[in-house]
């Protein structure tokens, strides 16, 4: 019988010690929270899930030993971009009642 080589032995440890932190609505959105990971020294990787699995979307996966700093990591970059989504649609609705103000004739 044929030894295993160490080196496919821990690739095979890494996948079985993967866990999902996020699903992405598509690849576009899953490269970026695999490129945020990765710039805050956190080890990620991209699956599709096939058409059988119950749940839509890519899953974004860590090392478990890593899962609680990335959630961490997503929901902060989350929390941000919702801030100056919010931000800007106020600043857009803003700028529309001020231009509507500023050319009216009171005379």
Known sequence: MAKRSPKNRKSQTNL????????AE???????YEALLETNDIPAT?????????????AVMVPED????????????DA???????ALE??????GSFDSELFEDDF
Do not use: C, P, W
Not at 46 to 57: C, L, N, P, Y
């Open 46 to 58: 991209i699956r599709e899930q096939g058409k059988a699995a119950d749940t839509k979307g890519i």
């Open 16 to 23: 079985q010690e993967l866990v999902i932190v996020t699903f």
């Open 66 to 77: 890593y899962l609680d700093e990335a959630h961490v990591v997503i929901e902060s970059q």
């Open 90 to 95: 106020d600043e857009d609705k803003d700028e």
């Open 26 to 32: 598509n690849m576009e959105q899953a490269k970026e």
């Open 80 to 86: 941000y971009d919702d801030f100056y989504d919010f």
